[in-house]
């Protein structure tokens, strides 16, 4: 026997395996791929609608309603004033409408991850099984390459923004999801108990201790979804997204280099934006753990 | 006020930790040993045959080092624990038997528990914390603040209302976790080693703060402790737990007066027998003595002392509640039972045997 070559299948075999895969792939979105597309539009329509928003409104309402979110959810001037610095500079180079539009697509990815991922993550919390069950999943949704489930995705959708989402949500879900299921479980047993004791039902025990108890570690995890969106807008404009991806994405291609650090500079302010704006509102969210007695 | 008028009573009642305790009741009432169902069957005994009926209206403590299973034999009272076999009747009704609805209102309206680490809500104030039994019964938020606000008045917390549990030193939070308690006003109050966690000072004031609450609430207490003095001070009635058994159960009195064995004894060595025992217990009955001091027969013996030694006299008589003459103390008889009994003898009589 060859112990230096690994016993494999031959190659024919191999072909043949592949190609009824594929082909039995192809035949599933031939089949099924007009209605997943229909299933998806709305995602289309309110992507196209918010980024609408965002360039044809004045950029003067833009910027002061940005200004007010940052402010409604970090109570701190220093990032109110970062962020408007960033956004004048973003737009004084000429990024204004890339910028409008990833923000855009990193609210609704974040919102659909949000949306999705928390449900699955209390889910988690509650049932060992589930837990079991879905933690692998997590793990591969982490680690397979991008490119890898952009495949079947374009494959189904073609080029465009929904699978564009798509894969974004997919590779930035997980940490919303662990992090729900882990703020749920390190709810401590004795408040948990004292909930129970008091008669309180599965439901109001979810609301009114584990959910607000749980909120600061969602919050981190909201934070990383987003982080997570923004670094695949590079990604996802291979196929078809537009933003601030794209003009990096041709710097790649024809080796700009102003251009690639510009946009990719941009992509980083608007990051620090949202990361400080979320991580101050998780923090203010834990103040009643701050203030210990003396 | 929701008056305390039905005793509990439990019966039979069995809790075997493990897989598959159902199936060791019957190893366990044969009289297997505790230590062989650990070793043969990798289950823990952790109630074993308790009976004890806590009657209305009164504080009954429940005492036992750790271990002992006295934490989860209050957790059977609202059932946080399930029992692996027996009852626990009140009113009519076995908590045992009771669907997960009955069950849930009968802990929203019947009970209210205080804990030994306080097990606050970190995330709510003081008031949020004092409503929330009242929330949960969806009570008018008006309504439930209104009482809150009193029993935080009650526990002396005025002022608190609007600071986080973290805000508040061991004491207080233990005083916000009485007062979430008793705005349930439930009949049955559950009280967990609820002041076991506060340095000794602090102790005693939540005791008395307790007893004042209690004679004018007059709820049925349970009261876990493993602090002899705590159950000497605040039980009108007292049940010894030694591995999940019940060892010996009376007042507070009749335990140290009548030890059931030596275990209690040697809990009993350093108690204040003058601040427990009353005159009622040494008295000669009937007979009457010639001295200017008279006693009521609930009078403690240290207190009776004091008298005697006050006005100058060796001898006391004593009354019953209606001040009618019931008998007499001596100093010296007195004295010699706030002394703990002497064990030398015995040893003596022992090495003697021997």
Redesign the interface.
Known sequence: MDLIDFPSMSRGDLRGLRMAIDSGFRDFTRAYGETLENIFHPIQVLLVFIENLLIDTPWVIVMAALAALVWLLSRSWKIVLGSVISLCLIGYFGMWDDTMSTIAMVAVCTLIAVVLGIPIGILMARSDRANALITPILDMMQTMPSFVYLIPVVMIFGLGKVPGVIAVVIYAIPPIIRLTNLGIRQV?A??L?????????GG?KLR??QL??ALPTIMAGVNQTIMMSLAMVVVASMIGVKGLGQPVLQAINNQYFTLGVMNGLAIVAIAIIFDRSTQAYGKRLQK??????G | MADAIHDIEIRNLYKIFGPDGASLVDKVKNGMSKEEIKSRYQHVVGLNDVNLTIPAGQIQVVMGLSGSGKSTLIRHINRLIEPTAGSVMFDGKDIVQMSQTELRNFRREKTAMVFQKFALFPHRTVLENTTYGLDIRKLPGKEAEERARRWISRVGLDGFEDSYPNQLSGGMQQRVGLARALTNDAEILLMDEAFSALDPLIRTDMQSVLLDLQAELKKTIIFITHDLDEALNLGDRIAILRDGEIIQQGTGEQIVLRPANDYISSFLRDVRRGHVITVRTIMRKGERSDTPVTLPHTTLLEEAARAMTNENTNRANITDAKGNHVGSVTLAKTVAEMIAPDDTEEVSLEEAVA
């Open positions: 401590p004795d408040v108990e004292a909930a129970e004791a008091f008669g309180s039902s109001q009114d201790v607000p108890l009643h753990l701050e203030a210990v007695h």
